[in-house]
C-alpha cells in the first residue's frame, strides 16, 4: 500500500510501524477453525504529523509509544474469537485511529497457514481521520 505514502494528508507525517508480529488467536468461520487456535501476522502502520512527533527534549512522552500498537492488538485478540480478518482489522483500525495523535493508520492481516500452496490470505485496511 504504498500509494498511502504518496496521500497529501499525509506529506507532513511520521511513519510508525509494527512488523510481522505474530499471534495465535481463534479466528474463523469454518467449524475447524474454531476448535483451536491459528498462527496470525499482522502488520500496522501508524500515520503521525510531525509537529506532533518530532521530540525536542528526547523524552518518550513527546511520540507515540510502539507500545500503543502491540498493546492495542493484545487488547483486541484477547477478547476472544473473531470470525473474520476484516473484522479484525477494522477493530484495531478504528482503535488506533482514535489515539489523538495518530492521523492515518493501516493495518494488516495474515494467515499463513490456510493453504499449502501459497504463503499466506489476509486482508488490509488503510483509514484516515476525517478533520
Known sequence: MLAA????????CRRLFLRNYEVHINIGVH???KRGEQRVVINVDLYVPLAES????DKLRE????????ATVAERVGR?????QETLCDDLAGA?????????????T?????YPDCDA???EVFCIKED
Open 31 to 33: 467449524d475447524f477453525e
Open 110 to 114: 495474515e494467515k499463513p497457514d490456510v
Open 80 to 84: 476472544g474469537h473473531i470470525h473474520l
Open 5 to 12: 505514502l504518496s496521500h497529501p494528508r499525509l506529506a507532513d
Open 121 to 123: 490470505v489476509g486482508v
Open 96 to 108: 488506533l485511529l482514535a489515539h489523538p495523535q495518530v492521523r492515518a493508520v493501516r493495518v494488516s
Open 63 to 70: 511520540v507515540v509509544d510502539y507500545d500503543f500498537m502491540r
Open 54 to 57: 518530532t521530540p525536542q527534549e
